[in-house]
């Protein structure tokens, strides 16, 4: 089973561009999620999303924009990029959120903006 | 507002070693505790997860502990090895918000 897949696994990008990391999951989950890891951190959550859409800010939402159009796929775009958002980005998915359902974690898609 | 933290930061054992991680959390009003182990360059995998209402589960050599008067939380790891070698990250759920993680304990385990 593929779980979840983010695209791409690497990216350079300089001040100003945008780009678009790909998120897709083969679960069926209703819930997806966006979070990004900066080193010796934890996992801060940028977006989230309860089901097809539907969309919600979590705790570092600024200089990002979320969709969600199927139940699969959840993009999350950089609009300006700008250093502060040099990090480790993780997508992950669950059944539905409450007691008994773990995340489903990504590989996660390393980002440096120069 | 839910607080996490993991203590400590980074622990070195000896092969063969019991081991004990701990975590703790603010916000005692918890729907579910988990525990995750992240490889370098890797993501998160799922290692246990307890409910609110439980008081331990189990995997292998993993015993998870959840003690939500204290706050606390322990993940406990039986005759270590040098496979065990990664950063364990603890995370709460309370209500319908989403998972407030801790920063990691980096687990070297040496041969």
């Known amino acids: 089973n593929a779980g979840v897949t983010q695209t791409p696994k690497f990216r350079i990008l300089k001040i100003g561009q945008s780009m678009t990391l790909q998120c897709t999951q083969d679960?069926?989950?209703?819930?997806m999620y966006w979070y990004r890891q900066d080193p010796g951190m934890g996992l801060k959550l940028i977006y989230y999303?309860?089901?097809?859409?539907?969309?919600d800010k979590g705790e570092v939402p600024n200089g990002y924009n979320v969709s969600r159009s199927t139940t699969e796929d959840f993009p999350l775009r950089l609009e300006l990029a700008a250093p502060s958002q040099t990090s480790v980005y993780f997508c992950a998915s669950s059944y539905r959120t409450g007691a008994d359902q773990p995340q489903h974690f990504g590989d996660g898609t390393r980002l440096s903006i120069l | 507002k839910q607080e996490v933290t993991q203590i400590p930061a980074a622990l070195s054992v000896p092969e063969g070693e019991n081991l004990v991680l701990n975590c703790s959390f603010t916000d005692s009003a918890i729907y579910n505790l988990q525990w995750f182990r992240q490889d370098p360059g890797k993501g998160l995998t799922s290692l246990l997860l307890i409910q609110s209402s439980q008081r331990e589960q189990t995997s292998g050599r993993l015993n998870a502990s959840l003690d939500k008067s204290s706050g606390r939380s322990t993940l406990y790891i039986a005759a270590s090895q040098p496979g065990d070698s990664a950063t364990y990250l603890c995370a709460a759920a309370s209500g319908n918000t989403p998972l407030v993680f801790g920063k990691g304990t980096r687990l070297s385990v040496i041969a």
């Open positions: 999303s309860v089901g097809a859409g539907i969309t």
């Open positions: 679960m069926n989950h209703n819930y």
